[in-house]
């Protein structure tokens, strides 16, 4: 594993949104990749932010949106007054919840060095940039897939 270069599992067809994406689209592109978190990128494709789910349920942030699907659960911890900004929080661009300090790897940095900033940074994917640009991204799954496949398991 430590001579596998991230770019041979990495995905790299994925969504990115950019800074002036509304949350609630974010919302929409989460649910439709099925992802918990997608790269921010400006005009140019370079990576400036990560947007996940969790920066979205932040109550300093005003963004409860998954009031839509749990609305009974949510009311209980959530108050009526941060119900009331749901509205007003469905259209703020993703550069103000962002998280703008990206970790990040190459095509060729090592899987076993990626996977090892993800587990003590305690991220589950990192975005992969060539000349500051997203290229693909490499998920936690992606690695755990390597490390079981039965060629790479070493026989006792």
Known sequence: ??????????????????????LAEVVAALAENQVRSLPVTDAEGMIVGVIS?????LKERNAPFSTQKVPT?????????????LDVSKG???EQVMCRQVETATEETPLEEAAMKMMHL???????????K???IVR???????????????ES
């Open 73 to 85: 659960l949510l009311g209980r911890i959530i108050d009526e007054q941060d119900l009331d900004q």
């Open 92 to 94: 703020i661009p993703v």
């Open 134 to 136: 997203v290229v693909g």
């Open 122 to 132: 305690g991220i589950t994917n990192l975005p992969v940039v060539s000349d500051g």
């Open 140 to 154: 936690r799954i992606d690695i755990l897939r390597t490390i079981f496949n039965s060629d790479n398991v070493e």
């Open 1 to 22: 594993m430590k001579k596998i270069p991230v770019k041979t599992l990495m995905t790299k067809d994925i969504a990115t949104v950019g800074p002036e994406t509304p």
């Open 53 to 57: 789910e969790t920066d979205l349920f």
